[in-house]
T-cell receptor, first 114, second 115 residues
Framework: EPEVTQTPSHQVTQMGQEVILRCVPI?????FYWYRQILGQKVEFLVS????????KSEIFDDQFSVERPDGSNFTLKIRSTKLEDSAMYFC????????????FGDGTRLSIL | AQSVAQPEDQVNVAEGNPLTVKCTYS??????LFWYVQYPNRGLQFLLK??????LVKGSYGFEAEFNKSQTSFHLKKPSALVSDSALYFC?????????????FGKGTRLSVIA
């Protein structure tokens, strides 16, 4: 069964540094998402992306965040200047366009800001 | 605005016994409901969904969920729990026919199945 893959599995970064989290969505999927899960808390929506542009974004997704689909397979989340409170699990998800499909999630990247 | 409530942080059940993980929701219009499971150090794995039709939905690994519109609930059930079912379970909702809008998740319920 095709999967959403995320790299790296764990990223440790100094506060203030830029970080890029990478995702390869399922190949025939057209909608892409980023969610995050702070330790012990619920999963929160960050941003959705379709047709090479952001569809929706939450209040969390401020100017420090950006997303990009640089080629036909990757979908990246960039945090420009990381803060301690950015430490979380970041999940990429994708879904096909038709109907009301489930979103398929990757295993996540654990981001630790020091 | 959409919201999901999972009133139990933790559910403990003996192996072989039936299990229920509770979920109630609030959404404008008709709901599109999901259950996901998260094993340690893994992502969210889709279990089942409800759109329309039969109120009892069957999903992966023997799980099922019952949609109750009057109670705005979507409780997850399994007739006979396995130790391997121990994991974190998330209920999620979005409004039906709202395009591909994001999911709103509950805070999760940790299920522990004891041998």
């Amino acid at each position: 069964e095709p999967e959403v893959t995320q790299t790296p599995s764990h990223q440790v970064t100094q506060m203030g540094q830029e970080v890029i989290l990478r995702c390869v969505p399922i190949s025939n999927h057209l909608y892409f998402y980023w969610y995050r899960q702070i330790l012990g808390q619920k999963v929160e929506f960050l941003v959705s992306f379709y047709n090479n542009e952001i569809s929706e974004k939450s209040e969390i997704f401020d100017d420090q965040f950006s997303v990009e689909r640089p080629d036909g397979s990757n979908f990246t989340l960039k945090i420009r200047s990381t803060k301690l409170e950015d430490s979380a699990m970041y999940f990429c998800a994708s879904s096909v366009m038709k109907g009301n499909p489930p979103q398929h999630f990757g295993d996540g990247t654990r981001l630790s800001i020091l | 605005a959409q919201s999901v409530a999972q009133p139990e942080d933790q559910v403990n059940v003996a192996e072989g016994n039936p299990l229920t993980v509770k979920c109630t929701y609030s959404v404008s219009g008709n709901p599109y409901l999901f259950w996901y499971v998260q094993y340690p150090n893994r992502g969210l794995q889709f279990l089942l969904k409800y759109i329309t039709g039969d109120n009892l939905v069957k999903g992966s690994y023997g799980f099922e969920a019952e949609f109750n519109k009057s109670q705005t609930s979507f409780h997850l059930k399994k007739p006979s729990a396995l130790v391997s079912d121990s994991a974190l379970y998330f209920c999620a909702v979005r409004a039906l026919n709202s395009g591909n809008t994001p999911l709103v998740f509950g805070k999760g319920t940790r299920l522990s199945v004891i041998a």
